[in-house]
């Protein structure tokens, strides 16, 4: 039975990593096919197929800097990159938050695929930005006769003079095809219909949310309702996932819910896709101190009232047209604060808060019980965290490393075994206080996912 084991690089058919992220999915002919961001040298829109969601066959690098350009009928910049463009310097990458992996040109970003049936074609739309900042904000289209093979670009261009930053298309059961971006610095979600050819904007249907600032849209319809999944702002790092739910995409949305947990475990959204009776979210696992090591994470979607949800799962069992999910026993845990997480200070010793890559092993905590009680073993370094806050050596039998954890709603608290004090964090540091000031807010113990 093919499993899909999450937060795991997936290696292709071929033996190599799978790069394909902020991916969006398109059936065809009895294949799933994955387009997304390839940001090496200078590939820019990658492109896989599978058949079961698990074993990836790698087709083509469907965009590049040097692909062929074509002119739209409407007012587009087809630069794709500046003359002999060569690898981007360290601090180069590091302005679109990257490392020097790419060559010097546009950055595209979440490229999605449909197939219009009015003109035979494939089309792309995605993100586009000139590589050195997030300041042209334009979407850009691109176009092909197969399903993966060289798109030749269009262009790219503000749609109704509007920015346009995370985005994703949709394309409903009549063949009414969408595009859906944030829009004034991502404070707006902007509805966008296509015209019968899919090639450009015919019109701006809806403005979602105004003043919320969403990002990474996708839409799923199911039982005549459509969901819309979103996430915050904040860049490479994850948080609260949302979602909404309306009768007519140009109709009235609901205000937006929670949709997974706090992180929506470690990702954020870029697709969707029905398996069976089964939706299955795709979320990219962005690993911001390393892009190349950010993963693809799935998970199947449950409906409920007009809303739905997702709960963890190490892996996913993708069985014919059924899925089933499993959630292996969590040893690691992840200490997370609001805004910041922990990291072992240059003294060796202190615990202190600041705002880390997410992915970064000073967050790692173990969680191992002794004695009915609980010990946190700092991954990164090997050492305990003690009853005065601090990390050290852990002998046998000292109970100043035990902790007692008392779960609240919104997290749970450390009460140390041996002074009776709670951990809790103060500014910038890990500090211990008397168990009445305990704050469940202050300090969040999440799952590792
Ligand atoms: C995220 C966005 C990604 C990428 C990143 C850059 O918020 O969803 O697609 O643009 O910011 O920081």
Redesign the pocket.
């Known amino acids: 039975m093919p499993v899909y084991i999450n937060g795991k690089p997936v290696i292709d058919t071929d033996g190599n990593i799978m790069h394909c992220h902020?991916a969006g999915i398109l059936e065809h002919e009895g294949w799933y096919y994955l387009f997304g961001e390839d940001r090496r040298g200078r590939s820019r829109v990658s492109c896989y197929r599978s058949r079961d969601l698990v074993n990836w066959e790698f087709r083509n690098i469907c965009l590049t800097l040097d692909s062929a350009t074509k002119r739209h009928y409407v007012r587009t910049d087809l630069r794709l990159a500046p003359m002999n463009s060569g690898p981007m310097t360290p601090e180069e990458a590091a302005a679109?938050?990257l490392q020097p992996i790419g060559h010097r040109g546009a950055n595209i970003?979440?490229p999605k695929v449909l197939y219009c049936e009015a003109t035979g074609k494939f089309v792309m739309w995605m993100?586009f930005e000139n590589g050195r900042d997030?300041n042209a904000a334009r979407c850009a289209v691109a176009v092909c006769d197969t399903v993966d093979g060289d798109y030749v670009y269009m262009g790219s261009f503000n749609p109704v003079g509007n920015m346009s930053?995370?985005c994703t298309l949709y394309k409903d059961e009549d063949g009414t095809a969408y595009f859906i971006s944030s829009a004034r610095d991502n404070a707006d979600m902007i509805v966008y219909r296509l015209s019968e050819d899919y090639l450009t904007v015919a019109e701006q249907v809806k403005t979602l949310w105004p003043g919320q600032f969403r990002?990474?849209p996708v839409v799923i319809k199911e039982k005549g309702r459509y969901y819309m999944l979103t996430?915050q702002?904040?860049?490479?790092n994850p948080n609260q996932g949302g979602v909404a739910s309306a009768d007519a995409i140009e109709g009235r949305w609901s205000a937006i819910r929670p949709f997974g947990n706090e992180t929506t475990f470690n990702t954020?959204p870029t697709a969707a896709v029905k398996v069976g009776d089964t939706w299955l979210y795709i979320g990219?696992r962005?690993d911001p101190s390393n892009y190349l090591n950010s993963t693809i994470v799935m998970l199947p979607i449950k409906f409920d009232g007009g809303s739905c949800s997702i709960d963890w799962a190490d892996e996913v069992n993708i069985d014919g047209g059924k899925i089933t999910a499993s959630a292996r026993e969590i040893s690691d845990v992840r200490v997370m604060l609001p805004g910041c997480v922990e990291y072992l200070g240059s003294d060796g010793y202190s615990v202190f808060t600041r705002k880390l890559g997410y992915a970064d092993p000073a967050l790692i905590w173990q969680r191992e019980e002794r004695d009915g009680s609980l010990l946190l073993r700092h991954k990164e370094s090997g050492k305990y965290l003690s009853c005065e806050g601090i990390l050290d050596n852990c002998r046998d039998g000292e109970s100043r490393f035990l902790w007692e954890e008392l779960r609240g709603e919104k997290g749970s608290l450390l009460v140390s075994r041996f002074s009776g004090k709670s951990l809790l964090v103060h500014g910038r540091r890990v500090i211990l206080t008397d168990a009445e000031d305990r704050h469940f807010e202050g300090y969040t113990f999440v799952k590792n996912y």
Request: aromatic content about 16%.
């Open positions: 902020g679109v938050g970003e979440r993100h997030y930053r995370d990002e990474a996430s702002c904040t860049g490479w954020q990219d962005w």
